[in-house]
């Protein structure tokens, strides 16, 4: 049976790998953050996420690198993988919006619609479900939204101020940008030549309702890989998962 959405589906991806990755030393003293293992799997964090593009009907994807780009390059050259890979290194620093504008421009397909991660974003969830969702709402971007565990435990009261339950990490009441993205065609002539398109390209479609937010699915794997912490976590995860 033909699948009538398939066709409005992107084929193609950007990946944001320029980070120093600071936060996540020394483990990116001599790698991208993208680069960095998440333990126990023997994969990096961009093996995982080309693995994903994919399963999700990902063809093409262009990677954009900065800090320490050869090793990165350097690996996607002796790597058996999934898709095509374009890499792009900006000579000078754009922004994450310039950044962005400046990939897109590599993708083969600029007339279709297409999907960006942030580099150190490692998750599992239908990307062909949030594409249909953002053709349904006629979206020129849309953003995956995610609601992290706070790393404490919560404690609930009663309306006497009687402590009436404990509860472990549990997930945040307010939903985050998740780092994963559809764009309609249109959305990188949006984009900044410089600067931040969350200050800018965001807030203006947000205030002429063209911006969505597509809920990842509960129970889908999701974790931005930020500092050290996250990997030891995102081992207990897998761990935990049968992985």
Known sequence: MTDPNAASRPVQAVILAGGQGSRLRPYTDDRP????????????????????????GVTDVV?????????????LDSADLPVRVTTVVETEPLGRGGGLKYAAAHLPHPDRAWYATNGDIWTRFSLRDMADFHTERDAVATLALARPRIPWGAVKTDGFGRVTDFIEAPPTTYEINAGVYVFSPEFAGLLPERGDHERTTFPRLARERRLAGFPIPQGAYWRAIDTAKDLTEAAKELAALGR
């Open 33 to 56: 953050k993208p680069m960095v293992e998440i333990p126990g799997t023997g994969t990096p964090i961009i093996g995982h996420q080309l693995a994903w593009l994919a399963e999700e």
């Open 63 to 75: 990677v954009s690198c900065g800090h320490l780009a050869d090793v990165l390059q350097k690996w």
